[in-house]
T-cell receptor, first 114, second 115 residues
Framework: EPEVTQTPSHQVTQMGQEVILRCVPI?????FYWYRQILGQKVEFLVS????????KSEIFDDQFSVERPDGSNFTLKIRSTKLEDSAMYFC????????????FGSGTRLTVV | AQSVTQLDSQVPVFEEAPVELRCNYS??????LFWYVQYPNQGLQLLLK??????LVESINGFEAEFNKSQTSFHLRKPSVHISDTAEYFC?????????????FGKGTKLTVNP
């Protein structure tokens, strides 16, 4: 069964450093998402991406965050200057098309900011 | 806007007991509902979904959920749980706004199955 692949599985970074979280969505999917889950809390929507541009972003997704699909296969989330409160599990998801209700999630990247 | 509420943050049960994890939704339009499971230290896996048609949907591992429009609920049930069902369960609803769509999750229910 096709999978969404996320790397790395765990990343530790120092406060103020830039991090890039990588995702390889399912190849024929058109819609891409990032969600995050702070430890013990709910899964929160960050951003959706379609046709090489952001479709929607949440209040969490401020100027420190950016997304890119640089080469047609990878989908990345960049955090420019990490804060302690950015520590969370970040999930990438993809969806096939407008009528595709099957969101497939990756296994997540656990980001720890120290 | 569509949203879901999971009333129980933790549900402890004994092995082989029945369980019900509650989810209520809020929506003024047709609704698509999902249950996801997150096993310890793993990602989110789709358990089952309701899009239309039969109001009772089932998963391959014995869970089922019933869409109840009058009670705006989509509770998850299993008649007899196993230790391996210990996980966190998230109810989610498809939200469409301004031409874009996403899943919106509840706060999750941590199911602990004890021997």
């Amino acid at each position: 069964e096709p999978e969404v692949t996320q790397t790395p599985s765990h990343q530790v970074t120092q406060m103020g450093q830039e991090v890039i979280l990588r995702c390889v969505p399912i190849s024929n999917h058109l819609y891409f998402y990032w969600y995050r889950q702070i430890l013990g809390q709910k899964v929160e929507f960050l951003v959706s991406f379609y046709n090489n541009e952001i479709s929607e972003k949440s209040e969490i997704f401020d100027d420190q965050f950016s997304v890119e699909r640089p080469d047609g296969s990878n989908f990345t989330l960049k955090i420019r200057s990490t804060k302690l409160e950015d520590s969370a599990m970040y999930f990438c998801a993809s969806r096939a098309d407008r009528g595709g209700y099957g969101y497939t999630f990756g296994s997540g990247t656990r980001l720890t900011v120290v | 806007a569509q949203s879901v509420t999971q009333l129980d943050s933790q549900v402890p049960v004994f092995e082989e007991a029945p369980v019900e994890l509650r989810c209520n939704y809020s929506s003024s339009v047709s609704v698509y509902l999902f249950w996801y499971v997150q096993y310890p230290n793993q990602g989110l896996q789709l358990l089952l979904k309701y899009l239309s048609g039969s109001t009772l949907v089932e998963s391959i591992n014995g869970f089922e959920a019933e869409f109840n429009k009058s009670q705006t609920s989509f509770h998850l049930r299993k008649p007899s749980v196993h230790i391996s069902d210990t996980a966190e369960y998230f109810c989610a609803v498809r939200r469409v706004e301004g031409g874009s769509e996403k899943l919106v999750f509840g706060k999750g229910t941590k199911l602990t199955v004890n021997p």
